[in-house]
T-cell receptor
Framework: LAKTTQPISMDSYEGQEVNITCSHN???????ITWYQQFPSQGPRFIIQ???TKVTNEVASLFIPADRKSSTLSLPRVSLSDTAVYYC??????????FGTGTRLKVLA | DAGVTQSPTHLIKTRGQHVTLRCSPI?????VSWYQQVLGQGPQFIFQ???????GRGNFPDRFSARQFPNYSSELNVNALLLGDSALYLC????????????FGSGTRLTVV
């Protein structure tokens, strides 16, 4: 079964790029890796999803190395409103999807 | 288009009672998953349903059960409530399985006293 690990917390200043890494072993070769953002008392919100190499959308980039044992979410030029908890999500077992431990990002002015 | 809707938004129950939480997925989504999120922790997988059949189950006791209806809405039932069941219960819908990414509802905050 897959296990995931993320840094507990990170601080950044507005305008900086933030990179959050999730370590995940034992994920299947054909599985996507998905990242979510969560604000207090709300459900997680989809940010980005990738399978390999690099994926970019309007809010983030996702880097996945060839061995797929980790993935890195990159948030360019963060703002105060990006203060949230960020989770990776991977599949563990046939129909079981688990969240990473979560990284609490605090953006400072 | 309506997103994932969950009801009720908040609920207070007494230990030993039973609770039913409800979820309506996004139109066209056939899969519903349930997660429990204890304060300060990440969401923990409880169940996944697809086409009205249970497809996955997390490490939760048999007090937790769920079902999916023909219209793809879902109920999560918890019997014999314990204080430790106090949490935010999240419902997520997806086209098929989470490989396509979940859309989450805002959750039901359950407090057991």
């Amino acid at each position: 079964l897959a296990k995931t690990t993320q840094p507990i917390s990170m601080d950044s200043y507005e305008g900086q790029e933030v990179n959050i890494t999730c370590s995940h072993n034992n994920i299947a070769t054909n599985d996507y890796i998905t990242w979510y953002q969560q604000f207090p008392s709300q459900g997680p919100r989809f940010i980005i999803q990738g399978y390999k190499t690099k994926v970019t959308n309007e809010v983030a980039s996702l880097f996945i190395p060839a061995d797929r044992k980790s993935s890195t979410l990159s948030l360019p030029r963060v703002s105060l409103s990006d203060t949230a908890v960020y989770y990776c999500l991977v599949r563990s077992g046939t129909y079981k999807y688990i969240f990473g431990t979560g990284t609490r990002l605090k953006v400072l002015a | 288009d309506a997103g994932v809707t969950q009801s009720p938004t908040h609920l207070i129950k007494t230990r030993g009672q039973h609770v039913t939480l409800r979820c309506s997925p996004i139109s066209g989504h056939k899969s519903v998953s349930w997660y429990q999120q204890v304060l300060g922790q990440g969401p923990q997988f409880i169940f996944q349903y697809y086409e009205k059949e249970e497809r996955g189950r997390g490490n939760f006791p048999d007090r937790f059960s769920a079902r999916q209806f023909p219209n793809y809405s879902s109920e999560l039932n918890v019997n014999a409530l314990l204080l430790g069941d106090s949490a935010l219960y999240l419902c997520a819908s997806s086209l098929r399985t989470a490989i396509y990414g979940y859309t989450f509802g805002s959750g039901t905050r359950l407090t057991v006293v």
